[in-house]
C-alpha cells in the first residue's frame, strides 16, 4: 500500500543544534501531520499543515507543506536533550473519501547534553 | 478531559488465547482507530471506525475483530492470539465534520497496550 519516505531514519547531534528531517511522497497529499513519540508513550500531534506552501510554528518547530504537496518538511532549533525521542510524519492523500493517514517510519533522534 | 484511554497497559497471553483490549475517549470525536507498532516500526492500522455501529478495516486487520457501540469506546479484540500479534497497540481518535475546524485528520493517541503472546 501507499508509504511515506521518511528521512533520515535516525540523528544524534549536539545540544543546541539545529535538526531537518523530511516525508516524501509518490502521491499528492492534502494534509500533512507531525508526531513526537517519547519512550513508552502514545505519539503526540505537534503541527498540522493544510495547504501547500503553508509554514506553520510551534515553539521552536516549524514545519512545512512543500509546495509540490508531495513532500513535508520539519526543522526543529537549538535542540535540547527533551527533543529525544521519534519524530514521526502522516498524511492523508486526496483521494475521494479516504478516511485515513499514511504514516512514516519516523526519524530516530538524539541530543547528546 | 482524561482524553484517551486504554486499558491494560501490559498483558502476557499463551498462545491460543483470547483478550479485549479497551479504550475509551472522552472528547466525543466521531471518528476512532486501531494502530499496532512492531519495534522499530511505524504504525500499521487495524481497524477504524466512523461513528458508533460502523467499523471498517484497514492495513493489517486478520485476527482481530472491533466494535462501535457508543461513540465513546472502541474495543479490540483478539480471539486466538499468536506470537505476531507481539506488538504495542494505539488506540487514536478524531473529529470529523464537514464544517468543522480544525480538519478531521488530526488524531489523539492513547498511551498504548503492551501485548506479549508467548
Known amino acids: 500500500g501507499q508509504q511515506l519516505n521518511q528521512s533520515p531514519q535516525s540523528m544524534f547531534i549536539q545540544e543546541g543544534e539545529d535538526v531537518s528531517m523530511n516525508c516524501t511522497s509518490s502521491?499528492?497529499?492534502?494534509?500533512w501531520l507531525w508526531y513526537k513519540q517519547d519512550p513508552g508513550e502514545g505519539p503526540v500531534l505537534l503541527i498540522a499543515?493544510?495547504?501547500a506552501g503553508e509554514l506553520t510554528s510551534n515553539g521552536r518547530l516549524t514545519a512545512q507543506f512543500g509546495i509540490t504537496r508531495k513532500d513535508s518538511f520539519l526543522n526543529i532549533s537549538a535542540s535540547i536533550p527533551s527533543d529525544v525521542g521519534i519524530y514521526f510524519c502522516?498524511?492523508?492523500?486526496?483521494?475521494?473519501?479516504?478516511?485515513?493517514?499514511?504514516w512514516g517510519l519516523g526519524t530516530s533522534l538524539g541530543v547528546n547534553p | 478531559n482524561a482524553g484517551v484511554t486504554q486499558t491494560p497497559k501490559f498483558r502476557i497471553l499463551k498462545i491460543g488465547q483470547s483478550m479485549t483490549l479497551q479504550c475509551t475517549q472522552d472528547?466525543?470525536?466521531?471518528?476512532m482507530y486501531w494502530y499496532r507498532q512492531d519495534p522499530g516500526m511505524g504504525l500499521k492500522l487495524i481497524y477504524y471506525?466512523?461513528?458508533?455501529?460502523?467499523?471498517d478495516k484497514g492495513e493489517v486487520p486478520n485476527g482481530y475483530n472491533v466494535s462501535r457501540s457508543t461513540t465513546e469506546d472502541f474495543p479490540l479484540r483478539l480471539e486466538l492470539a499468536a506470537p505476531s500479534q507481539t506488538s504495542v497497540y494505539f488506540c487514536a481518535s478524531s473529529y470529523s465534520s464537514l464544517a468543522s475546524v480544525p480538519l478531521p485528520y488530526e488524531q489523539y493517541f492513547g498511551p498504548g497496550t503492551r501485548l506479549t503472546v508467548t
Open positions: 499543515l493544510y495547504k
Open positions: 502522516a498524511g492523508r492523500y486526496n483521494a475521494g473519501n479516504n478516511r485515513k493517514l499514511i
Open positions: 472528547m466525543n470525536h466521531n471518528y
Open positions: 502521491s499528492i497529499f492534502n494534509t
Open positions: 471506525s466512523v461513528g458508533a455501529g460502523i467499523t
